[in-house]
Nanobody
Framework: VYLVESGGGSVQSGGRLRLSCAAS????????MAWFRRVPGKVREGVAA???????IYADSEKGRVTVSEDRTKNTLYLQIDDLTADDSGTYSC???????????????????????WGQGTQVTVSS
């Protein structure tokens, strides 16, 4: 299983960004997939997820500003973030978890290999 993120960069506050996660090595929608953000000194936090039925799950703090979507023809997961603020800065990673069901809560989900597969991450920096 390979997950490769792209789309990060430096953006102005108030702007919009769309991140991509290209997946390979497994059948699409076999796993729960999600986006996480990590900021130095803080715990990694879940942003949004897509379950095996294509239904979306959002962290309460992110609802209304982020949109997770997919392109099944490209085996790609997307995360769009609108109205960016400095608090959105961080490293965004996508992950695929093999446990039944889906959600953003850490433990027992979203651990390490072989239960969970992680991409390398893409850096987002929001400046005012």
């Amino acid at each position: 299983v390979y997950l490769v993120e792209s789309g990060g960069g430096s953006v102005q506050s108030g702007g919009r960004l769309r991140l991509s996660c290209a997946a390979s090595g497994y059948r699409w929608r076999s796993y729960c997939m999600a986006w996480f953000r990590r900021v130095p000194g803080k715990v990694r936090e879940g942003v949004a997820a897509l379950d095996r039925n294509g239904d979306t799950i959002y962290a309460d703090s992110e609802k209304g500003r982020v949109t997770v979507s997919e392109d099944r023809t490209k085996n790609t997961l997307y995360l769009q973030i609108d109205d960016l603020t400095a608090d959105d800065s961080g490293t965004y990673s996508c992950a695929a978890d093999t446990l039944p069901g889906c959600g953003l809560e850490m433990g027992p989900r979203w651990g390490g290999y072989p239960q969970t597969f992680w991409g390398q991450g893409t850096q987002v920096t929001v400046s005012s």
